[in-house]
């Protein structure tokens, strides 16, 4: 005869135990005592009156295995803790070492969290908290474990079941996203967020310990988080270089700008008015060629910290140069290429006339780059090199963007003395403007501001058709985001750039009416 294992009985224990002596039971207590009394007298009442505290007192550990293994419950959302969560997973973890049964961890991260405190206030971004943490557990199952795990961040543990594939696992957290993208009422108003989802299967879990598979599921989050807003990542062994321990990013990242493997990717700007191709953004993307994509966040401290950045600077200017040259030879119209100047870099005596001989030596003429500047960069008062080398590539005729404007200090005295041509308004203020009126007058104030000021404007972040309208209509000039394009190697943009020409062809123009 076979009899069930431990753990099935465990888990039948458990359930019935659940409904018997659970907190919702208590409330029939005064019913038990008085038919008691009413079918026994008064001894009956005497007997029932001593021995309900005594069953409570020896099977209430058994009414929530869930609660005696809590670790505690966070005060703000009344979800696990940390270490709540470690514990029952770890029971997930091993229930499905060989059971056949499947399950993931995903993480979850508000986006721009610490750009919507600054915004709106501690109180409206504990309120988001505790929307998020009660969304999240509403559309999970009973058995499902979701805690509280950060500042911004919620993991889940999805009971084991024996069919979860990754489709599922994609599905389920498109619909968590959609439950947490949904507007949250604040403060008399509606706020709006996005999130980044990192999510790692049991099963490709590097084997070890359930620590390994929450650092695989955080690192599938890091690599969601480096494509930008809104995005979901599974991990894979690519994403391992995140979670290994000992790696010497520093020396791997000053080896691999040697030899070429830093290389410049463009991501597409486009005029609002005419929907043509306006530029591109030159952007910094490192492929190891064991890893996989390394993203910018990863690599770029590293990079800043051996004292790199100016040498990166160069390469950037210098591809983003042939690139220009070969989408002339082709015949394709792309007026200029941005790119990033950090301080570092405009800290340089010889910027200048290093610059001058990259343009003469590809025979472009200056107008062809565009310098982009933080907000950050450009104060009032900025290091007198600093200042010198902004003024004198302005006046040498390259274009001046004033990069994630609103996030700085930088003055209108300071934009008007650097020559500035654009602001390029940052992504916090794009997201979700279509939905959010207060973010349409902030958006239309900046326009404003510039068009008193003569001065370009492009929007950062555009995602949806719904912002790229609003924003045309709006009066910004141009636009940029993965809802235009996403970043690309070169040689993925010439065929970007014609596929895109042939779709203006037929389509209406969205921008503003002229007359």
């Known amino acids: 005869m076979k009899f069930p294992n431990s753990r099935l009985l465990s888990q039948i224990r458990d359930g019935i135990a659940q409904v018997v002596f659970g907190p919702a039971m208590l409330a029939f207590v005064p019913a038990v005592t008085l038919a008691a009394f009413w079918f026994g007298g008064e001894m009956a009442l005497l007997v029932t009156a001593l021995v309900l505290p005594v069953l409570y007192g020896a099977f209430g550990s058994l009414t929530s295995p869930r609660a005696a293994r809590d670790g505690g419950r966070d005060g703000l959302t009344g979800l696990l803790t940390t270490d709540g ?48 943490g009660e969304r999240i557990g509403a559309m999970l ?7 509280r795990v950060g500042r911004d961040r919620f993991a889940l543990c999805l009971t084991p079941i024996k069919q979860f594939d990754l489709e599922l696992c994609i599905q389920l957290a498109g619909r968590v996203q959609t439950a947490l993208e949904a507007p949250i009422a604040v403060q008399g108003g509606s706020l709006f967020v996005s999130c980044s989802i990192g999510i790692c299967q049991r099963h490709r879990a590097p084997k070890g310990t359930v620590a390994g598979w929450i650092d695989c599921a955080n690192a599938a989050l890091e690599d969601a988080k480096s494509v930008g807003p809104s995005s979901i990542r599974a991990f894979s062994s690519k994403t391992h270089v995140h979670v290994t321990k000992g790696d010497n990013l520093l020396e791997e990242a000053a080896t691999a700008l040697d030899h070429g493997m830093i290389q410049a990717w463009f991501q597409p700007q486009i005029s609002t008015d005419t929907g043509r191709v306006s530029g591109f953004e030159a952007l910094a993307r490192w492929c190891h060629p064991v890893k996989g994509m390394i993203p910018p966040s990863a690599f770029l401290p590293a990079l800043e910290q051996a004292g ?21 030879a082709a015949g394709l119209k792309v007026p200029s290429v941005g790119v990033n100047f950090a301080t570092d870099e405009l800290r340089d005596p010889g910027l200048i006339n290093r610059i001058k ?32 080398n902004i003024a004198a590539l302005g006046e040498l005729g390259c274009h001046i963007d004033l990069d994630d404007f609103g996030t700085g200090h930088a003055s209108i005295a300071s934009v008007r003395r650097f020559q500035v041509s654009r602001i390029k308004i ?39 058709a719904g ?43 969205i921008g503003r009416s002229r007359t």
């Open 426 to 464: 940052d992504r916090s203020f794009v997201a979700k403007a279509d939905h959010d009126p207060d973010q349409q007058k902030l958006i239309a104030a900046i326009l404003t501001m510039a068009e008193r000021l003569d001065l370009k404007t492009l929007a950062e972040g555009v995602e949806t």
């Open 308 to 328: 790199l950045l100016p040498k990166l600077s160069q390469i950037m200017v210098q591809q983003a140069l042939t690139a220009i040259k070969s989408w002339d």
């Open 467 to 509: 912002e790229h309208a609003l924003l045309a209509q709006l009066g910004c000039d141009h636009v940029q985001g993965f809802g235009i394009g996403r970043p690309m190697p070169f040689d993925q943009t010439l065929d970007w750039v014609v596929n895109h020409e042939a779709k203006l062809q037929d389509a209406p123009m």
């Open 357 to 388: 001989w990259e343009l003469d030596r590809f025979g472009l003429t200056p107008d062809r780059l565009t310098i982009e500047v933080l907000e950050t960069v450009m104060t009032d008062q900025p290091e007198d090199m600093v200042a010198r």
């Open 141 to 147: 199952r009973h058995r499902d474990i979701v805690a």
């Open 85 to 132: 969560f470690e514990r029952q997973a770890k029971d997930i973890y091993q229930r499905t070492a060989d059971s056949g049964l499947k399950s993931a961890i995903m993480i979850v991260e508000i986006d721009d969290f610490d750009a919507l405190i600054g915004s709106h206030g501690q109180e409206a971004g504990d309120r988001v908290l505790q929307a998020c």
